[in-house]
């Protein structure tokens, strides 16, 4: 394109205004503003896969690098390529893998964040809230609301490793960011281990229960009771063409998402199904626990293909469409913002072909 004088010097105008007003701390919106409201969303972060394998690797050399104590958490960050050095496996999430050896302990902090933990491999591994233990078997789901006190032992033999997703970084966007550390190791002995599970988790709500904030007073989640349930509905269930059979956590007093700000299932698909195209505005990440197959992110020339199989960790961002295929029954757990999402009237979806 030409341009002619009249317009060089209309746009040396321009520019000499926008050097003159940046001293303002002013800038036009107009220069911008087709950047800033797109027809769809435009998403920095990339689909990635991490396996499991050799992230384990790494992991386990860190025990040689660095004590859990020393550490506070031995943790190596799941960071999207696209947010080198951010610390963000997606937009609004934070994700790492965690180890700990036996006899260590990571000790007892709070901090305004919401956390979850999946666990991928050992036993003996114990995450206490507020004082309360819960021992962690593989696949179990595990919460430390906000401003709860927790810390992390390891009582038997072997490595312990579990993945973590926090809501970190649209809580460091939004400013609220506290934590505290406790001033020993563990927190006080409270609740004997699976007190919340007992009380809350049993289709009973105590009499005159009042929930104080806005997440699950259960915190232990168990694979083999969510397993066994969605076997038991699997046979007794018409196939979602879109997400097999996907079944939601939540906080059982109040049937809300079991965390405020992180969205939570367990998604199911027999051998052999492949899902139909789906497309939502939720940031994702999913790991799967058992089975094996194939998951197709993003449509013709940009397509990724990632093969996945047991523990590997994937990132779906927002308004990203995808297929998953299942070589195997497979078990799927996700995490996402899709809860905040929808709390703001935000959460879009769009299913099938564009
Ligand atoms: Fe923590």
Known sequence: MTTTPQSEATSARRQEYYGRIRNQSLAPLWERYHGLLTPEPVI????????????RTSLLEAADVITAKEAERRVLM????????????????????????????????RHTPNALRLILEGSGGYTSVNGEKTYMEYGDYVTTPTWAWHDHGHEGTGPVIWQDILDMPLVHALGPIFHEGYPKDQFPAGASAGDSLRRYGAN????GYVNQNANSPIFHYPYAKTREAMEGLAKDSEIDPYFGLKMEFIDPTTGLPSLSTISTFMQRLPKGFMTERYQSTEGAIFTCVEGKGRVRIGDGDKQKVFEFGPKDIWAIPCWSPYRIEADADTYMFVGSDKTVQEKLGLFRERRGNA
């Open 204 to 207: 009973l709500r105590p009499v």
């Open 78 to 109: 799941l960071e999207n390529p696209a947010f080198e050095g951010q610390c963000k496996a997606l937009e609004t999430l934070f994700s790492g893998l965690q180890l700990i050896m036996p006899g260590e302990v990571a000790p007892a902090h």
């Open 44 to 55: 920095k972060s990339q689909p990635f896969i991490w396996y499991y394998a050799d992230v």
